[in-house]
T-cell receptor, first 110, second 114 residues
């Protein structure tokens, strides 16, 4: 069955450093991959979408890579700030249905 | 804010009861998807409605049903509640049903089944 893995342990990063989150998947060939941010008690907020034929996408301090051979996406936040602390979810799709990872909790320490 | 609202914010029910959760999508968004999110897990796709018709369904039993109305509102109904139905229920609206458009999530309804 399809499986998506994100680091289950919280990731602690010093303010100003680059945070890198990983999303690995198996038994799936997604047409696109999305990253979302979720704060406690709130719904996910869309950040970036990358398609299967794209290697990299950037938006301000965010960068996403998508390696369909390794079946992996990396999500980078440069110059991290305490306000970036949240849970980050990756979601894979092929058509209308998204399959979600469990998320990685990111903590940026001042 | 995403412009997507959900009600109620919290709800407590007992096993066997029925519940209706409501969602108001962004104006102009003809697609709404519903998700169940257990604590510490990612959202699980329940179903999607496109122009008032069910467009796709995840691995949820028929006691989970929905409706979408012309005024961009929708409902999720759950019959014969079970303890495992306790979760955060999220709705998300988007411009179309392709999956490639951004999904805008509401804040969710937290359901507790006792």
């Amino acid at each position: 069955s399809q499986k998506i893995e994100q680091n289950s342990e919280a990731l602690n990063i010093q303010e100003g450093k680059t945070a890198t989150l990983t999303c690995n998947y198996t038994n799936y060939s997604p047409a696109y991959l999305q990253w979302y941010r979720q704060d406690p008690g709130r719904g996910p907020v869309f950040l970036l979408l990358i398609r299967e034929n794209e290697k990299e996408k950037r938006k301000e301090r965010l960068k996403v890579t998508f390696d369909t051979t390794l079946k992996q996406s990396l999500f980078h936040i440069t110059a991290s700030q305490p306000a970036d602390s949240a849970t980050y979810l990756c979601a894979l799709g092929s058509g209308y249905q998204l399959i979600w990872g469990a998320g990685t909790k990111l903590i940026i320490k001042p | 804010e995403t412009g997507v609202t959900q009600s109620p914010t919290h709800l407590i029910k007992t096993r066997g009861q029925q519940v209706t959760l409501r969602c108001s999508s962004q104006s102009g968004h003809n697609t709404v998807s519903w998700y169940q999110q257990a604590l510490g897990q990612g959202p699980q796709f329940i179903f999607q409605y496109y122009r008032e018709e069910e467009n796709g369904r995840g691995n949820f039993p028929p006691r989970f049903s929905g409706l979408q109305f012309p005024n961009y509102s929708s409902e999720l109904n759950v019959n014969a509640l079970e303890l495992d139905d306790s979760a955060l229920y999220l709705c998300a609206s988007s411009l179309d049903a392709s999956g490639r458009e951004t999904q805008y999530f509401g804040p969710g309804t937290r359901l507790l089944v006792l």
